[in-house]
C-alpha cells in the first residue's frame, strides 16, 4: 500500500507538470487514494510560494565574500561606507569557536580553576585563521566588480587591519605590529590605485569616491596618535610607516577631490623638492694651552665637526 | 547532461543549462578564474543558495553567512570544477547542502525557530497559498529530517526532477520517491491540513 501510493504520488508529480488534464487522468487512475495524493499535492503546491523568498538585495547584487562588521564595532564615521558592503561575521565566528574550545580545553588541563581567557574575535598574524582571513580578503578584492568598488573594499579591508594596529601598538609584539602595519599600507594602496583608476575613466566619480575614502580614513592619524602615544621604541618604525602611509593616502585622496586633474598632474609631475644640504664650512680649529691643559690626555680636541687627537707631547 | 525543464530555467535567470549555453560558458570561463564570470555566476544563483539554506537553517544572518561561505568554497574550488555531467547550480547545491552539514556538526541544533522578519519576498503580507503563510512552511520544513528537507526543497521548491535531487543528495531516485511522499504527508501533517485539503470526488 505504502509502495503504491509512493509511485502513485511520483506518476501524478509528473502528470501535474504536463497539465490539469493529465493531472486528472493521473489521480483517476488512482481513486483509493485520491483523497490523499490530492492532499499531497496541494501541500507540494503550497511549497513553490518559497520562491519568493530572496536574498536581500546587498546579498544579491554584491560579489559573494564581502565581510561587513558589526556596526557596532565601528565607528560611527565608517557606517556610511560600510553600509554599502554586505558581510559575514562567519570568520568571527568561527575565531570565537576555536578560540573558546581552546579555552575549554585550557580550563580542563588546568582542573577547573577558573582561569578566563579573554579571547580576540579577530584574528591576528599569530591564529591559524589568520591566513583564511587574508583569503578571504584577497577573494574580495578580486571580486570587486569595478574600480570604484574595488577601491571601496579595499579601504574597507585596511580599516580593519588599522583597528589592529591601534591594538597591537601596545602589545609589544613588534612582529603582529609590522605584519599588521603591512597589510594596511598594501590595501590603503589598492584604494589608491584604484582611486586612479576610476580618475582615468570619470573624474566626476573619482572626486566623489575620493571624497567618500577621505572621510573613512580621517581620523586614523589622530587615533593612531592617541591610542599608540607611549610605545616600545621597536614598534614606532611600524606605527611610523602607518601614519606615513595614512598621510600620504589622505593626501592624495584630498587632492583628487579638491584640485583640477591637470593641475594636481602638473603638482605630481614636478620632481619633490629636496632640502638643500647644509654646507660644512670647517671651523678653524685653534689649540690653546689653556684649552689642552682642562682636557684629560689622549682625549683628543672636541670641536663641532668632531673629536681631533692631539699630538702627543 | 540532464534535460532541462522550464521551471529550472527560472531559478537561474533564464539560462539554460545545455551543452552550449551561457551558463555553462560562464561556469567555464570561472574556472579559469574569470572573476567577472563568477560575479555574474552568483548573481544568477545567489537568491536560489541564500533560499535554501535560510529554509533549512531558519535564520537570516545565519543564511547569509552560509551563503558567503558556499560561494567562498565555491571560488576556491572554482579551478577544479569540471562541467561534465554536473551543472553549475547542482554543484552550489551540494556545497549549500554540505556546508549546512558542517555548520550543524560542529555545534549544538537550533533551538525551536521563532518567528522573524523575513527576507524580501513578493508578498508583504507573508500570506501565501491556501492560508499558509511562508512562516509556516519553514518551521514545519525545520521539523522535517534532514534528508526530507533536502528532497522537499530541492525537489518543489527549486523543482528539480527526482534524478537529479537523488545525485545531489546523494541517494537513488527510488529512495527520493520513498522520501518525497513521507515529506509530504510529515508537512501536510506538520500544517494541520489534512482534513481541509482533502478534496470530495466529484
Given at each position: 500500500?505504502?509502495?503504491?501510493?509512493?509511485?502513485?504520488?511520483?506518476?501524478?508529480?509528473?502528470?501535474?507538470?504536463?497539465?490539469?488534464?493529465?493531472?486528472?487522468?493521473?489521480?483517476?487512475?488512482?481513486?483509493?487514494?485520491?483523497?490523499?495524493?490530492?492532499?499531497?499535492?496541494?501541500?507540494?503546491?503550497?511549497?513553490?510560494?518559497?520562491?519568493?523568498?530572496?536574498?536581500?538585495?546587498?546579498?544579491?547584487?554584491?560579489?559573494?565574500?564581502?565581510?561587513?562588521p558589526?556596526?557596532?564595532r565601528l565607528a560611527?564615521a565608517r557606517?556610511?561606507?560600510?553600509?554599502?558592503?554586505?558581510?559575514?561575521?562567519?570568520?568571527?565566528?568561527?575565531a570565537?569557536?576555536?578560540?573558546?574550545?581552546?579555552?575549554?580545553?585550557?580550563?580542563?588541563?588546568?582542573?577547573?580553576?577558573?582561569?578566563?581567557?579573554s579571547i580576540s574575535v579577530d584574528s591576528t598574524p599569530n591564529q591559524p585563521l589568520y591566513r583564511?582571513r587574508l583569503?578571504?580578503e584577497g577573494?574580495?578584492?578580486?571580486?570587486?566588480?569595478?574600480?570604484?568598488?574595488?577601491?571601496?573594499?579595499h579601504l574597507a579591508i585596511a580599516d580593519r587591519h588599522f583597528e589592529q594596529v591601534s591594538a597591537l601598538c601596545q602589545s609589544g609584539d613588534e612582529q603582529a605590529l609590522a605584519e599588521v602595519t603591512a597589510v594596511y599600507l598594501q590595501h590603503l594602496e589598492g584604494a589608491k590605485q584604484?582611486l586612479?583608476?576610476?580618475?582615468?575613466?570619470?573624474?566626476?566619480?573619482?572626486?566623489?569616491?575620493?571624497?567618500?575614502l577621505r572621510s573613512d580614513i580621517g581620523g586614523n592619524t589622530f587615533s593612531l596618535r592617541r591610542s599608540c602615544s607611549r610605545v616600545p621604541e621597536a614598534q614606532r618604525e611600524a606605527l611610523a610607516r602607518a601614519l606615513a602611509g595614512t598621510r600620504n593616502a589622505m593626501g592624495l585622496f584630498l587632492a583628487?577631490?579638491?584640485?583640477?586633474?591637470?593641475?594636481?598632474?602638473?603638482?605630481?609631475?614636478?620632481?619633490t623638492p629636496t632640502p638643500p644640504r647644509p654646507?660644512?664650512?670647517?671651523?678653524?680649529?685653534?689649540?690653546?694651552?689653556?684649552?689642552?691643559?682642562?682636557?684629560?690626555?689622549?682625549?683628543?680636541?672636541?670641536?663641532e665637526?668632531g673629536?681631533?687627537?692631539?699630538?702627543?707631547? | 547532461?540532464?534535460?532541462?525543464?522550464?521551471?529550472?530555467?527560472?531559478?537561474?535567470?533564464?539560462?539554460?543549462?545545455?551543452?552550449?549555453?551561457?551558463?555553462?560558458?560562464?561556469?567555464?570561463?570561472?574556472?579559469?578564474?574569470?572573476?567577472?564570470?563568477?560575479?555574474?555566476?552568483?548573481?544568477?544563483?545567489?537568491?536560489?543558495?541564500?533560499?535554501?539554506?535560510?529554509?533549512?537553517?531558519?535564520?537570516?544572518?545565519?543564511?547569509?553567512?552560509?551563503?558567503?561561505?558556499?560561494?567562498?568554497?565555491?571560488?576556491?574550488?572554482?579551478?577544479?570544477?569540471?562541467?561534465?555531467?554536473?551543472?553549475?547550480?547542482?554543484?552550489?547545491?551540494?556545497?549549500?547542502?554540505?556546508?549546512?552539514?558542517?555548520?550543524?556538526?560542529?555545534?549544538?541544533?537550533?533551538?525551536?525557530?521563532?518567528?522573524?522578519?523575513?527576507?524580501?519576498?513578493?508578498?508583504?503580507?507573508?500570506?501565501?497559498?491556501?492560508?499558509?503563510?511562508?512562516?509556516?512552511?519553514?518551521?514545519?520544513?525545520?521539523?522535517?529530517?534532514?534528508?526530507?528537507?533536502?528532497?522537499?526543497?530541492?525537489?518543489?521548491?527549486?523543482?528539480?526532477?527526482?534524478?537529479?535531487?537523488?545525485?545531489?543528495?546523494?541517494?537513488?531516485?527510488?529512495?527520493?520517491?520513498?522520501?518525497?511522499?513521507?515529506?509530504?504527508?510529515?508537512?501536510?501533517?506538520?500544517?494541520?491540513?489534512?482534513?481541509?485539503?482533502?478534496?470530495?470526488?466529484?
Amino acid at each position: 500500500m505504502s509502495r503504491r501510493i509512493e509511485e502513485a504520488l511520483a506518476a501524478c508529480l509528473r502528470a501535474r507538470e504536463e497539465g490539469p488534464a493529465s493531472l486528472e487522468h493521473c489521480l483517476n487512475q488512482f481513486p483509493e487514494q485520491r483523497a490523499e495524493l490530492d492532499a499531497l499535492l496541494r501541500t507540494a503546491d503550497s511549497l513553490r510560494t518559497l520562491r519568493q523568498i530572496r536574498a536581500p538585495e546587498r546579498l544579491r547584487h554584491t560579489p559573494p565574500l564581502f565581510a561587513q562588521p558589526s556596526p557596532a564595532r565601528l565607528a560611527p564615521a565608517r557606517h556610511r561606507l560600510l553600509r554599502l558592503l554586505p558581510s559575514p561575521a562567519l570568520l568571527r565566528r568561527r575565531a570565537v569557536r576555536v578560540g573558546l574550545s581552546a579555552a575549554a580545553a585550557f580550563l580542563l588541563a588546568l582542573g577547573g580553576l577558573g582561569y578566563t581567557v579573554s579571547i580576540s574575535v579577530d584574528s591576528t598574524p599569530n591564529q591559524p585563521l589568520y591566513r583564511v582571513r587574508l583569503a578571504w580578503e584577497g577573494a574580495r578584492v578580486a571580486l570587486a566588480s569595478n574600480p570604484a568598488q574595488r577601491a571601496i573594499v579595499h579601504l574597507a579591508i585596511a580599516d580593519r587591519h588599522f583597528e589592529q594596529v591601534s591594538a597591537l601598538c601596545q602589545s609589544g609584539d613588534e612582529q603582529a605590529l609590522a605584519e599588521v602595519t603591512a597589510v594596511y599600507l598594501q590595501h590603503l594602496e589598492g584604494a589608491k590605485q584604484a582611486l586612479r583608476q576610476v580618475e582615468a575613466e570619470n573624474d566626476a566619480a573619482a572626486v566623489s569616491l575620493a571624497h567618500r575614502l577621505r572621510s573613512d580614513i580621517g581620523g586614523n592619524t589622530f587615533s593612531l596618535r592617541r591610542s599608540c602615544s607611549r610605545v616600545p621604541e621597536a614598534q614606532r618604525e611600524a606605527l611610523a610607516r602607518a601614519l606615513a602611509g595614512t598621510r600620504n593616502a589622505m593626501g592624495l585622496f584630498l587632492a583628487v577631490e579638491t584640485l583640477p586633474r591637470p593641475e594636481r598632474e602638473a603638482l605630481e609631475a614636478q620632481p619633490t623638492p629636496t632640502p638643500p644640504r647644509p654646507t660644512l664650512v670647517p671651523t678653524p680649529i685653534v689649540i690653546e694651552p689653556s684649552n689642552v691643559a682642562s682636557m684629560p690626555e689622549g682625549a683628543g680636541l672636541k670641536t663641532e665637526h668632531g673629536v681631533f687627537p692631539l699630538p702627543d707631547g | 547532461m540532464y534535460p532541462v525543464e522550464p521551471s529550472r530555467t527560472a531559478a537561474t535567470g533564464g539560462l539554460e543549462e545545455t551543452a552550449d549555453d551561457p551558463l555553462r560558458q560562464l561556469a567555464e570561463r570561472a574556472a579559469q578564474r574569470d572573476t567577472e564570470a563568477f560575479r555574474q555566476l552568483y548573481e544568477l544563483h545567489a537568491d536560489q543558495i541564500f533560499r535554501h539554506i535560510y529554509l533549512k537553517v531558519g535564520n537570516h544572518d545565519l543564511a547569509e553567512d552560509l551563503t558567503q561561505t558556499v560561494f567562498l568554497k565555491a571560488w576556491e574550488a572554482i579551478d577544479r570544477f569540471q562541467w561534465r555531467d554536473i551543472p553549475f547550480h547542482h554543484w552550489l547545491l551540494k556545497t549549500a547542502r554540505n556546508t549546512v552539514i558542517d555548520h550543524f556538526r560542529t555545534r549544538k541544533p537550533p533551538p525551536e525557530p521563532v518567528p522573524e522578519e523575513l527576507p524580501a519576498a513578493d508578498d508583504p503580507e507573508g500570506v501565501v497559498l491556501q492560508g499558509v503563510t511562508i512562516d509556516e512552511l519553514r518551521r514545519a520544513i525545520q521539523r522535517l529530517s534532514s534528508d526530507q528537507q533536502d528532497v522537499i526543497l530541492l525537489r518543489f521548491v527549486e523543482e528539480l526532477p527526482a534524478a537529479e535531487v537523488g545525485q545531489i543528495i546523494g541517494k537513488s531516485e527510488a529512495a527520493v520517491r520513498v522520501i518525497q511522499h513521507r515529506a509530504l504527508a510529515a508537512l501536510r501533517k506538520q500544517l494541520g491540513r489534512e482534513d481541509s485539503r482533502s478534496v470530495a470526488p466529484d
